[in-house]
């Protein structure tokens, strides 16, 4: 049957192809168009699809103009980019980096042109002729009046290390010059120098009298040796027969002078008797009389003894008491002054003090020393001079021997002597005298009189007043130490148990021992105690981290790290194609092959019989449905293989379209007079007709699943790969249920159902935000 066709069709089909062109768009702009650049719709009729777009800008292939293919051959580089339209080297091999003004790998150890980083030219002052090495300039020859000196060009004319010639270095002893057309030039001497003679000479101008204050300035002294100090002129010292004096202007109002006068000999009392014989006059005070230097009186404490000044106590001195040579004796005895007054000491061997008194003492009295009864005297008891002490206690002479008659209170007569005793804590007279408190395997103390165990020894227990063996290493009641009793349970936990001398306890499943608190420890969800008591978390790359059932998990993660099932991994989004830009997003590229660039899936070449249109591989135009002219049955077979003909939802031919499509042994004349229209649909891959024309009600649209975040279409199957918060994915992975947990919840089981459906066959994909 032949085609006919009429003005009505043209319009149709004008109708139809504005139809078609306005979905393609919609299309494109999916929330994700790298995801999913597969399902972009071909605007076909009868077999002939168009629209193409080439980015001429960045396309290694058609740089800078359609057709122009990048070389991937570059010297000391590989591989190629287009960048603003310029083919340049993909990368630079080891020890090159790209120059991009030059298109070309360049060395930045060695370039002159690029030492040391890109774009870097090597222009050292006063060279002629430049190299680069290990990344620095030097200089390899120099200009004229210039010098090479280790890479470097010297001026000849200026360089005082160099000046007129290499290596001649300008040298100014105690001064400083200049380098002056070639020539070493003096300028001036250095601090603490002065030009004399044309040399610069260290003076001291507070110290030379040659030069005291000034250069030249010379100090003199009549009659002396002038000095110099703080750069003013002095008197150093006098000659024979002179001295230092110094007069004063105005009492000292107009300043004073310093000068060598004669000395007096007869009464100055530097100069005593002789030039230079100084008087001195220790612990007193004198002058200079007829040339003998004479004390006139002497300090506090000090008296005239001879013509010199004496410490004397008058009042202790038995030579001098009372007064200068008042001297104290008594017969048969010693004396002594006190307070001034001649006393008796003490007496000779068998003699002992005696005081007799005038009318009973009314006349006052005097003491002498006398025969002494060594049997009974306590003064002289066994032997004259033997006194009787009897330290904390009282006592007599008894035959000749010192004998305690009784002792203080709180002293007690002990080896014949009266001894401090506390009988109420002395542990060797706890209670009375000689009782010694003995503590066998540990120790004590006396309380009260009586001997108390305070500790027992490792290993022992205080039982019935006495230390007996325990094990503080396994005994609940003495666990680590004596008295230390174990609580009898935990909470969260069973009962004690002494185990190296802590106390512990088993606890229950989520709780840890705590020996530092000892009490049974949460160990579910504590950061610093998770799992295990002590245990930090603290996990690689991590921000911030939580405990989940006793197990450290990430929750935020450092820049550069990305958040997987609470580990922070490092993903390179920017190559990656199992996680390109963003993490998950896998690269898939229907009848062809690509890589992720920039963190972008890029399509880079088809398969055999596939051309790159739109940035999709289509069919070629030898691979192309015809048309035929004859009858059909069914409009499909206008598309090419694989693609199926759905009537266009709200076009003007949509219930025509849909009634040829459901009938049989139709032809096409229907479609070119507007009675029905069609697209081609990959309905095993197309999101929105996936298993079917979504428009006819045989296939679903993915991207409408309720809660779904990520969905894709795979053998004309939908797959959902996230949920929005509030959801998560059903075990059959093809819808989103409910959850009581907030946020998209992957579960691991449907992750790797979903994974390995992945894995057997390309899926088109949308995500959702």
């Known amino acids: 049957m032949r ?116 774009g870097k030219v090597c222009a050292v002052a006063g060279a002629t002729g430049n190299a680069c090495a290990a990344g620095v300039c030097y200089a390899t020859s120099c200009q004229a009046g210039f010098g090479l000196v280790s890479g470097t060009c010297k001026n000849l004319a200026t360089d005082s290390a160099n000046c007129g010639a290499l290596g001649k270095v300008c040298q100014f002893p105690g001064g400083a010059g200049t380098c002056n057309n070639g020539v070493c030039t003096f300028t001036s001497c250095a601090s603490g120098y002065y030009l004399v003679n044309g040399v610069c000479t260290a003076l001291n101008l507070q110290s030379d009298p ?68 100084v008087c001195s006059f220790t612990n007193g005070a004198g002058t200079c009389s007829n040339g003998v230097c004479t004390y006139t009186s002497c300090n506090n404490g000090f008296y005239n003894v001879n013509n010199v000044c004496t410490a004397l106590n008058l009042a202790s001195d038995v030579n001098n008491c009372g007064s200068v040579g008042n001297k104290c004796s008594y017969p048969n005895g010693v004396a002594s002054c006190s307070g001034g007054s001649c006393t008796l000491a003490s007496c000779n061997a068998g003699y002992t003090m005696a005081t007799s008194y005038s009318l009973f003492g009314l006349l006052g009295s005097s003491t002498s020393c006398s025969a002494v009864n060594t049997q009974s005297d306590i003064n002289n008891c066994g032997a004259v001079g033997n006194v009787c002490a009897f330290q904390n206690g009282q006592g007599t002479c008894s035959a000749g021997q010192c004998t305690y008659s009784s002792c203080n209170s709180g002293f007690y007569l002990v080896g014949g002597k009266c001894t401090s005793l506390n009988l109420q804590s002395d542990l060797s007279n706890c209670g009375s005298v000689g009782n010694a408190c003995s503590f066998p395997n540990g120790q004590g103390t006396c309380s009260n009189g009586q ?86 978390c603290t996990l690689n790359g991590a921000s911030a981290t939580i405990c989940s059932s006793g197990k450290c998990l990430a929750s935020t993660c450092d820049t550069g790290y990305t958040l997987v099932n609470g580990a922070c991994v490092v993903y390179n989004f920017q190559t990656d194609p199992k996680n390109c830009g963003s ?108 298993g079917g024309c979504a428009s006819t009600g045989e296939g679903a649209d993915c991207t409408k699943i309720r809660g779904a975040a990520g969905v894709g279409c795979q053998e004309g ?46 899926a088109h994909a949308h995500f959702s935000s």
Not at 246 to 267: D, E, M, P, R
Not at 491 to 501: I, K, L, M, P, W
């Open 3 to 118: 085609f006919s066709l009429a003005l009505s069709a043209v319009a149709a089909l004008t109708t139809s192809t504005l139809a078609l062109a306005s979905d393609v768009v919609g299309a494109d702009q999916s929330p994700n168009p790298a995801l999913h650049q597969h399902s972009k719709r071909a605007t076909c009729f009868l077999g002939i699809c168009w629209g193409t777009s080439i980015d001429t800008t960045s396309d290694v292939n058609n740089c800078g103009s359609t057709g122009n293919k990048c070389s991937t051959t570059w010297a000391n580089g590989s591989g190629s980019q287009c960048v603003s339209s310029v083919c340049l080297p993909g990368t630079c091999n080891a020890g090159y980096a790209l120059n991009t003004a030059t298109r070309s790998c360049v060395n930045t150890q060695t370039d002159a042109n690029n030492c040391g980083s890109v």
């Open 210 to 277: 040659n030069n005291c204050g000034s250069l030249g300035y010379k100090c003199s002294v009549a009659n002396g040796v002038a000095g110099c100090s703080a750069g003013s002129c002095i008197v150093a010292s006098c000659n024979a027969g002179y001295t230092q004096q110094t007069s004063y202007s105005l009492f000292g109002l107009l300043g004073s002078s310093t000068s060598c006068v004669a000395v007096n000999t007869a009464s100055d009392v530097n100069n005593c008797g002789a030039v230079g014989k």
């Open 451 to 536: 001997c108390v165990y305070t500790s027992c020894s490792t290993g022992y227990a205080l039982s019935s007043g006495k230390c007996t063996t325990v094990n503080t290493l396994t005994d609940v009641n003495n666990c680590g130490k004596i008295g230390n009793v174990c609580p009898a349970s935990y909470s969260n936990g069973g009962s004690a148990s002494c185990v190296n001398g802590q106390c512990t306890t088993t606890c229950a499943a989520g709780f840890d021992f705590d020996t530092t608190y000892n009490f049974c420890r949460d160990v579910t969800s504590d950061v610093n105690n998770c799992g295990t008591c002590g245990r930090t």
């Open 583 to 690: 993490f998950g997003n896998v690269c898939t590229f229907t009848n062809g092959a690509g890589t992720c660039s920039a963190g972008k899936c890029l399509l880079t070449s088809c398969n055999t019989g596939y051309i790159l249109n739109n940035g999709v591989c289509v069919l070629s135009g030898s691979q192309k449905a015809r048309a035929k002219r004859s009858k059909v049955t069914k409009p499909k077979t206008l598309c090419p293989v694989g693609e199926q003909a759905c009537p266009i939802l709200g076009s003007t031919s949509y219930n025509g379209a849909v009634k040829q499509h459901f009938a049989s042994g139709e032809d096409v004349t229907g479609v070119l007079a507007g009675s029905g229209g069609y697209e081609c649909v990959d309905t095993k891959q197309a999101l929105d007709s996936c």
């Open 717 to 762: 199957r939908c797959v959902v790969f996230s949920c929005q918060p509030g959801f998560k994915p059903s075990l059959s992975g093809d819808k989103c249920v409910r959850t009581r947990s907030h946020g998209a919840n992957n579960s691991t089981s449907a992750r790797r159902h979903l994974a390995a459906r992945h894995q057997h066959g390309h």
